[in-house]
């Protein structure tokens, strides 16, 4: 036995409890320090700047290969090796990125031409209907991506957003919801949400009559200037299939002729993405029919010579709403005010229809969710000729008014009336004491 295993052993022996008191003593310092570390990393968080480098390395530039080092890969819709597995590309591509939050995640594709407009109202025009679609996002934590270059030189118009959403699905696989809005639609409900759990099940939503499609054969059965695509194999797959019905394909022009068989009311010989869509739907249908929602239960996209002449009612009705309800006339944050005068205007409307025994139709009374002006072509000024240009103007101005007097709202101004520029200031409590 060794001199310092002898000293530790007796004087164990002689003095038991100092040694169970520094025991308990460092037990209790122990438990305060980790209890005091604990609650101030609560409050007050600290990451050593190099665990929280590493960390970031790991998630945004990790060396693992993903489906972007293919060099077969390509953006492109004309591409002849078709991207495949595209679901599980992107599980993976998520898992090596977990950082990146994507519920709920919606991308919004929207765009014009890249030269100026031959309208001379017709830059000012998109500016503001751009400035809509950027409000709204803002106010719904969406993101959004304004294109003005034509990705395929064969694919000009209306089929130019097939090449723009099939590379952003892949410039963003992070993205679960793609939204392509046709610059000549404005969003005119601010507080409105997209009723994402409602397609689950579907990849493709666009605002359409299913009764217009399969029995009327009509090529104004649905619209496709805004839809909701998802992110998927199944999409990539629809979208190849879509744009070979467009002038990409040598048989553009017999393609052109076979719509107009089919649909008897297309006015127009050319082959249009619309009129594809309906063809699509109804000549293949156990392929795609499925997974495609025709959504007419509020106004996805909505048409605006319907709409136009009665916002000042719908206006108006809403301002009554808000005489009778005195939390809608509570000052809040932007965001905040968005979220809970949705939630007191959806029991309003619960309300009002329980009381009347029924909805009251709901379309007519609500604010439209979109006011798309088709046949007004505000930057060439080429409009229908049904139309003067003169209505597509004022319509314009006055759904773009209609929704920004929404924004407005929260920062304490509104437009004198619709077709006015200038503001006035919003006293407290408005519109009670109006």
Known sequence: MTPEYSSK?????????????????????????????????????????????????????????????????????????????????????????????????????TGSQPSPCPNPKGDHLLLRLFKNKVDYCRLHSIDVFYNTALLHPSMPSFWAKIPLVRAAMIARPEIEWLWWVDSDAAITDMEFELPLRRYESHNLVVHGWPDLIYNNRSWTALNAGVLLIRNCQWSLDFLSRWARLGPQDPDYQRWGQILRAELPDKLFPDSDDQSALIYLLLREKDKWGEKIYLESEYYLQGYWAEIVGKLEGVAEMYLEMERSEKGLRRRRSEKVMVAENRKMREKWFRAEAEAAGGELGRQQRRRPFITHFTGCQPCSGEHNNVYSGESCYEGMVKALSFADDQVLRAYGFRHRDLLNESVVELQFDFPAVS
């Open 9 to 109: 052993s007796s004087l164990r022996s002689s003095n038991p409890c100092f040694f169970t008191d520094c025991i308990i003593f460092s037990a209790g310092a122990t438990t305060a320090v980790l209890l005091f570390w604990t609650f101030s990393s609560i409050l007050h968080p600290i990451i050593p700047s190099a665990i929280l480098t590493n960390q970031l390395h790991h998630q945004y530039s990790s060396d693992l290969p993903t489906f972007y080092d293919d060099p077969s890969l390509s953006y492109s819709i004309s591409n002849p090796h078709p991207i495949s597995d595209w679901d599980n590309k992107r599980r993976r591509w998520l898992r090596l990125h977990p950082s990146i939050l994507r519920q709920p995640s919606i991308l919004m594709l």
